[in-house]
């Protein structure tokens, strides 16, 4: 590794899109029994360019091709895994793996528990949440807590190029298991600045596995426990909150499947407030389940009640006007840290007029 | 063929008929508390194939793997144990009949969603080809899997892969009590395999000793073409879709169609045809006498075993991080 001056300050601005061909490189580089399963994986646009090249620099029996078939896919990635190889799978686009979800949920979930320990089946499966531009019902869902409601399952949504490195990398090295992974197409364009030293003191680096959430901001108000591209919006509207004396602590939810209780619960009990935002549906999802937490846990800590902002509860619409109500945006996020800290709305804190948080994030030009 | 070999068979096919006659004895005790789909009646498919690719391949099967799973391994003792929900079981007491397994002999599970190890014996075979150990995967399944459309992804791309898969369609004409003929909108399913790049072969023998050397054919068949086997092979449940009454009992199905295939029965075949090849009398009746014994001390065994301890509910439900 070069570790010059001038390459360590290439390497702290990256895009989330770089951050993933890099842990894809770096598993077949590294990993002999590294393979890359999916349709589209060797075609020109190489899943969003996460791919791109590796088939002609890997050649077909690292990074394979398949037919359309995502159950027979996932399939394959469990059968090859319990023979000793380490698949990663991809779908262009999580609301696809609904037709994986038999062998996701029946046979990986479970291929561990149900034989009595006698199996191992290490392996990523990688989706993408599309997000605007008309995605649609059907390329827009943000399936987390349906996988991470499951036992045996371990889910990620890495919300930085960093996350992506160390979680993709520990998974491919260390985990024995399946690990589904949910990356956010919007923030594909994004190039990120690196902190120089983790803030989180469950990062990789101390030792902690990385499946788990991290603390992203320290702050004495309220607490909001965000995941994946929600985390991105948290910080821009802690930002322009801190002028304003109200100090946001953000949580990275990073792993629904496995949240940190207690860095939940130690913050709300310091801030006594609880915000939270998803990508997805509230109902029975990461909302509900963080809520579960407090107050199954603490509920004495809240002096508030908690607020929440995820999807609409309605298929994703495609007119532009509709999926801007869909989503909730930087000023509804903001809105709603206000009123949750002051206990009304502020006349003095100048609400952005972002209607879309796609608007925001304008590399992003589809179609995909 | 030789006696030898021929008794082996016949060993295979008595150890899993007499396992599910015992089965049978014993469920209304209500020791064994779980859902059974009996192999009775099929045996000779698991047993001619597992014979003759004995220590070369790894299966892979659904809920019906009494059969399979004995055919493979043998072990009639964690099958007991497994059955009673013991920790002396394949699986610590989780899985009950419908999850048999045990990789050191290469029996790599079986599952109870119809359909769903077809392309995991895909994966099997794909990894057995990248890193060249050699080994042919056999995916049992029933013909109601067939209806499901992942059978036919995997029969897509395993002939796409040119993998070493064996499939194996155990034909007994029944999705639970649903007969082919509510379900295809097509005659010849074989017709219909044989477009794609593999071998297909039929058989309706039920004969142990037929589907060995079919087995022993096909796969030589295989390697010098490099690409992968269908067969479809005719059989008959003796006992209903799942439970120990028989088949012909129930109104959807007619007693005389069973009666017909008892008549042909794998196991009382075999053994005629041993006697007629001179093995004696004597020596076949002390050899099921000795897999009666044995089979009695598996089942006590079993109930002296322990149950699984409390710390077990949660043993088990992640992977250790290496």
């Not at chain 1, 090249?53 to 091709?65: D, K, N, S, Y």
């Not at chain 1, 309220?222 to 909150?241: D, G, P």
């Not at chain 1, 509900?288 to 619409?317: F, K, S, Y």
């Amino acid at each position: 590794m070069d570790e010059s001056p001038q390459a360590m300050t290439a390497a702290s601005i990256q895009t989330y899109r770089d951050a993933l061909f890099e842990a894809m490189e770096q598993a077949l580089i590294r990993h002999d029994h590294t393979v890359i399963i999916g349709q589209g994986v060797t075609d020109h646009k190489g899943i969003f360019g996460t791919t791109i090249g590796l088939g002609e620099r890997f050649g077909p029996r690292r990074v394979i091709e398949t037919p359309l078939m995502e159950e027979g896919s996932l399939g394959i990635c469990l059968g090859a895994a319990l023979n000793g190889l380490y698949p990663i799978n991809t779908h262009i686009r999580a609301d696809f793996a609904f037709l994986a979800m038999n062998q996701m949920i029946n046979l990986a979930a479970k291929y561990r528990y149900m034989f009595g320990g006698l199996f191992e089946v290490p392996m990523l499966v990688r989706l993408v949440i599309g997000r605007s531009w008309g995605q649609g019902a059907q390329h827009s869902q943000s399936p987390q807590s349906m996988f991470a409601h499951t036992p045996g399952l371990v889910v990620v949504m890495p919300s930085t190029p960093e996350a992506i490195r160390e979680t993709y990398a520990y998974a491919i090295a260390h985990h024995r298991g399946p690990v589904i992974s949910l990356e956010h197409r919007l923030m594909y364009e994004l190039a990120f600045r690196s902190d120089p030293a983790p803030q989180s003191p469950s990062a990789s680096q101390s030792g902690t596995p990385p499946f788990t959430s991290r603390l992203e901001r320290r702050g004495r108000d309220v607490t909001i426990v965000a995941t994946s591209i929600m985390v991105l919006e948290a910080k821009r509207a802690a930002e322009r909150l801190a002028p304003h004396d109200i100090e946001c602590e953000i949580i990275d939810l990073h792993c629904p499947s496995h949240p940190d209780r207690d860095l939940i619960l130690d913050s709300v009990a310091r801030t006594g407030k609880l915000l939270i935002a998803d990508t997805s549906w509230l109902a029975y999802g990461v909302a509900a389940e963080v809520c579960r937490i407090v107050a199954g846990t603490a509920p004495h800590v809240l002096t508030a009640p908690v607020a929440m902002l995820g999807m609409q509860p309605a298929p994703c619409p495609t007119a532009k006007s509709l999926e801007d109500m869909f989503y909730p945006n930087l000023r509804d996020l903001m809105q709603a840290i206000v009123r949750l800290v002051t206990g009304g709305d502020n006349p003095a804190i100048d609400l952005p007029d972002e209607r879309s948080m796609a608007d925001f994030y304008k590399t992003f030009r589809g179609p995909f | 063929m030789s006696i030898e070999l021929g008794f082996a068979l016949y060993k295979g096919l008595y150890l899993a008929r007499r396992c599910e006659e015992y089965i049978v004895r014993h469920y209304p005790d209500d020791e064994m508390k779980t859902p059974m789909h009996m192999s009775m009646g099929q045996e000779a498919i698991p047993v001619g194939i597992c014979h003759a690719l004995a220590g070369k391949a790894d299966i892979l099967a659904t809920y019906r793997s009494h059969a399979p799973f004995l055919a493979q391994t043998g072990d009639h003792g964690r099958f007991f144990a497994e059955l009673h929900g013991r920790v002396t079981g394949t699986a610590d007491g989780k899985s009950g009949s419908m999850h048999l397994s045990a990789p050191e002999a290469g029996m790599l599970g079986a599952t109870a969603i119809v359909g769903s190890n077809i392309s995991v014996a895909v994966g099997a075979a794909f990894a057995n080809e990248r890193l060249g150990t050699g080994r042919t995967v056999v995916a049992f399944f029933g013909d109601g899997a067939v209806d499901e459309g992942t059978f036919w992804e995997s029969i897509n791309v395993a002939s796409l892969f040119r993998l070493p898969l064996l499939f194996v369609c155990e034909d007994n004409d029944y999705a639970v009590h649903t007969p082919k003929s509510l379900r295809r909108g097509y005659a010849s399913l074989t017709a219909i395999v044989r477009g794609f790049d593999c071998l297909v072969y039929e058989d309706e023998s039920n004969d142990v000793e037929t589907i060995y050397f079919l087995t022993r054919e096909a796969i030589a068949a295989a390697r010098e073409r490099r690409c992968p086997v269908f067969f479809n092979l005719k059989c008959c449940r003796y006992l209903d879709h799942i439970g120990i009454a028989p088949d012909g009992d129930a109104c959807y199905r007619e007693p005389d169609d069973v009666q017909s295939w008892r008549a042909r029965d794998c196991v009382a075949t075999q053994r005629a045809r041993l006697i007629r090849r001179g093995l004696s009398e004597e020596i076949l009746a002390d050899h099921e006498q000795a897999t009666d014994r044995a089979i009695e001390i598996s089942i006590a065994q079993a109930l002296a075993a322990s149950v699984p301890a409390p710390d077990r509910l949660y043993r088990g439900v992640f992977h250790e991080t290496s």
